[in-house]
């Protein structure tokens, strides 16, 4: 009996070249992961320099007085 070499039993297929759609595909998903990362990046930067500000902020605005501003009357522009 004969015995197939190792050479006929694993074949590995032969890359096929890339087709001119998939080439635009791939170039535009890139740019796309590039800008998202590139958005993550500066969004992630200003929320901590938000937090960093927001934690710094020395004035605090008690209840009371919010409400009090809230509460009073409007005063009406003379014609």
Do not use: G, H
């Not at 791939?26 to 938000?50: G, P, S």
């Not at 007085?65 to 409007?74: E, F, W």
């Amino acid at each position: 009996m004969i015995v197939p070499s190792v050479k006929y039993v694993t074949r590995t297929p032969e890359p096929r070249p890339e087709t001119p759609m998939e080439k635009t595909t791939r170039e535009v998903r890139e740019r796309l992961d590039d800008e998202a990362q590139k958005r993550k990046a500066k969004t992630m930067r200003l929320r901590a320099a938000r937090l960093e500000r927001d934690a710094d902020a020395s004035i605090e605005v008690s209840p009371d007085i919010s409400k009090a501003v809230r509460n009073a009357p409007r005063v009406k522009a003379k014609p």
